[in-house]
């Protein structure tokens, strides 16, 4: 699964597109609370989760959702 969240997402979906990768994808401009949710829940046990992002982008609003138990503190 690809998810990708920023200002240039629709050049990224379309660069997954045309290289043929027809696997899952979240794609969006900006992050939502409903994209990490939908994220936790397609991963399974064992997976391995690279969450790549500058502090700008702020990715780390992604870890609570992925981890409810062990809530992130900033």
Do not use: H
């Not at 780390?60 to 900033?74: A, M």
């Amino acid at each position: 699964v690809v998810c990708f969240v920023g200002q240039f997402s629709k050049a990224f979906e379309k660069g997954l597109k045309e290289s043929g990768y027809s696997k899952t994808s979240i794609i969006s401009n900006a992050y939502e609370d409903s994209l990490a949710i939908k994220l936790a829940d397609m991963i399974k046990p064992n997976d391995v989760l690279v969450i790549k992002g500058s502090r700008g982008s702020k990715m780390e609003r992604f870890v609570p959702f992925l981890n409810p138990e062990k809530p992130l503190s900033y």
